[in-house]
């Protein structure tokens, strides 16, 4: 072991002498547009990877823009300020990067990108780029002081071997939250399709209107429920004559025509009433010595735009608050524009600008859980809100929001279909806690040398 803390077959160079391109484009302003090429800002470099991103460029714009580098798959993000630090690695390079981002690029042969991102997330680098940084409100690194800091560069066959270690938690955690995310998303496409398009009404008329029979229009919402084609069809009631049933008993549930309603066409035999009918406000309370800052839920620790909770950073400090239950939907009553809403998982107590709303039936949370989160639903609150500067939802305006209410039984046939999407999510997030952990003890083990690769064992 070296003085400095590493390996002595380790070298500590400086990050511009390890480097095949250092991309800024600091001082430059794009001009944004709806699409085109996604944008990669600052901010969606988050906790290792790059998120989906939200700006775009012209694509008769993008070679004006880029013209101090171009990026390539896998080269590294570190965002530079606003936060400082935050690091990713592309895997796109039809991709233009904005200000407060740097693209790194490793010196072929001597420096692997998947090791400079692991190098760039420890400790060490961390503390260098923070000591570096300059400003009293908002931190930022200069690229004159960035080139200077100072990178662990072991041999490159253990590089591999350290970054192969890490991606492999890394890339285990990004699948279980693209399922989660793909999970939600199809939850959110077949309430759409049953809900909101009828689609398997739809289907049924159109095979009625064709000439078809009683039984054509059952297998024709058959064929959009399942997303099967009619070969499909017959080869599930052929090798599995159970599920074929179950389905074409939740097709019966769907009405064959659309009425004429307030709301518009609505199905045929569907209630126009308001969301009392389907939902009811949670009231129950629990003691403060039951919450923790895992399971205390304000409107500060949810998350804007549907994403959910994160831990609180403050615990209340009354004898009781407001709880909620395994099931409950919890959705900010503040500034309702913001869209948090959480699906909630255990019990806990919430504050009282949070809403919890409970099914007024049994076993239709899932389809209570999904009608809540339409943009529609938000956009009510929003409009029926009260006050300017600090708006808040009206909790008997929400309630009367009004809506085509579809049977009991379709609800639950819902439900039971995405309840298991809903008990998988919670098991992915619980297993990237573990395996984020785990990673990030790692980390400082591997970057350092106290762990070490080099055995054959290990390869």
């Known amino acids: 072991m070296s003085s400095d803390g590493f390996p002595s077959n380790w070298t500590l160079s400086r990050l511009e002498e390890v480097m095949d391109a250092i991309i800024d484009y600091r001082g430059k302003t794009p001009k944004k547009t709806e699409f085109g090429i996604p944008l990669i800002t600052a901010k969606i470099v988050k906790a290792g990877y790059v998120q989906t991103p939200t700006e775009f460029i012209a694509e008769d714009n993008y070679d004006d823009w880029m013209v101090r580098g171009l990026p390539e798959i896998g080269d590294v993000v570190l965002t530079t300020e606003a936060p400082l630090g935050e690091a990713a690695q592309l895997n796109d390079s039809n991709v233009a990067l904005a200000q407060r981002i740097v693209t790194l690029r490793g010196k072929k042969g001597l420096l692997d990108n998947d090791y400079l991102l692991c190098a760039m997330q420890s400790d060490y680098v961390q503390h260098q780029l923070e000591s570096r940084a300059t400003g009293s409100t908002v931190k930022g690194i200069k690229q004159s002081e960035l080139r200077k800091i100072l990178l662990p560069i072991p041999p490159l066959d253990e590089q591999i071997k350290i970054a192969r270690v890490l991606k492999t938690l890394s890339d285990k955690v990004s699948l279980n939250s693209q399922t989660n995310k793909t999970l939600e998303e199809i939850a959110q496409a077949l309430f759409k399709s049953w809900f909101v398009d009828f689609d398997p009404v739809k289907a049924k008329m159109e095979a009625l209107a064709a000439g078809g029979s009683q039984t054509d229009a059952e297998l024709a919402a058959m064929n959009v429920i399942s997303a099967k084609t009619p070969e499909e069809l017959k080869s599930l009631k052929e090798s599995s004559p159970e599920a074929f049933k179950k389905l074409a008993q939740t097709a019966a549930l769907f009405p064959e025509n659309l009425v004429e309603s307030e709301l518009g066409l609505i199905p045929e035999g569907w209630d126009v009433g308001t969301l009392s009918d389907v939902a009811k406000y949670c009231s129950a309370r629990t003691n403060t010595d039951t919450i923790t800052f895992e399971n205390y839920i304000s409107t500060e620790n949810m998350l804007a735009e549907k994403k959910g909770v994160t ?24 500034r309702p524009y913001f869209k948090k809403i959480w699906f909630a998982e255990g019990s806990g107590g ?40 600090m708006p808040r939802g009206d909790k008997t305006a ?40 785990l990673r990030d003890t790692l980390l400082p083990k591997l970057l350092s040398g106290e762990l070490n690769l080099t055995s054959e064992s290990l390869g």
């Open 311 to 334: 831990a609180a950073s403050k615990l209340p400090t009354a004898k009781t608050v407001a709880a909620y239950n395994s099931g409950d939907i919890l959705v900010s009553n503040i």
């Open 398 to 437: 929400i309630m009367n929001w009004e809506m085509a209410v579809p049977s009991i039984e379709l609800r639950e046939a819902f439900s039971a279909i995405v309840d298991k999407f809903y008990q998988l999510i919670p098991k992915n997030r619980a297993q990237n806690a573990t395996l984020e952990s």
């Open 350 to 389: 919430r504050s009282n600008d949070v809403l919890g709303f409970e099914s007024v039936n049994t076993n239709t949370d899932s389809y209570l859980m999904n009608l809540l989160y339409q943009d529609t639903f938000f956009e009510y609150m929003t409009r029926t809100s009260k006050g300017a500067k």
